[in-house]
């Protein structure tokens, strides 16, 4: 249905199980009953050259389809690959198997960083001292691989996040460690950092040991 126009004659039964069948039952015979009310409330919506305009839009969901389709192989690539590795970086809350490839795409061979350390100061995570006449002071660093960067803040993000309908944490043991440092004097960015800088280290040892996230059972009585 590329416009209102070829809604024309279609029942409200045909029309629901299409919506049906394309939102994963989403959208129900009321929302099918609705869409077809505003159809009829609009009239007679056919412009000029209306026949290449619905071509056009046909021609959009065709290559969206196909899209769909190769994400569906890249992503089961992906798997595989993924699963040959034995990395379980899957396993912690917010990573999913696109992130888990791009972390592994951007860090590479783990080994070749002998401790998180040096992991971190590689996404420019770890903080740089800067001295000048004996003083120093430590600051964010502003080098590093920017886009393993983005990775670790965004998935920082995500540990910290409350649920909207249960008003939990998603990770109770990163939530409460960012709030502590937020007590502790941090702005929300310094805390955010110090999350990041934390998930350096847990995402160095399940890939240099190949081991599953677990939370400590004290974070686990708080999520349950």
Known sequence: YPAPHVLNGVSVEEFAEFLRKSS??????RKAEEILALVQADGDTARSYQEQRDFLIKSHVRDIQFNKKEIEYVEGELQGMMKRLDYQLETMP???LV???ALVAEIGDINRFPSADKLARFAGI?????????????QKSRQGKRILHGLFYNL???QVQVSKGSKKPRNPLFYEYFTRKKEEGKTPTQAMVCVMRRLVNIIYGMMKNKTAFR???QAEKQAS
């Open 156 to 158: 920082a993000v995500q």
């Open 99 to 101: 992130t888990a490839s």
């Open 215 to 217: 939370l400590p059972k």
């Open 126 to 138: 770890a903080p740089v001292n800067f001295s000048s006449g004996g003083k120093g002071t430590n």
């Open 94 to 96: 917010g990573i999913d």
């Open 24 to 29: 994963n039952n989403a959208c129900s015979t």
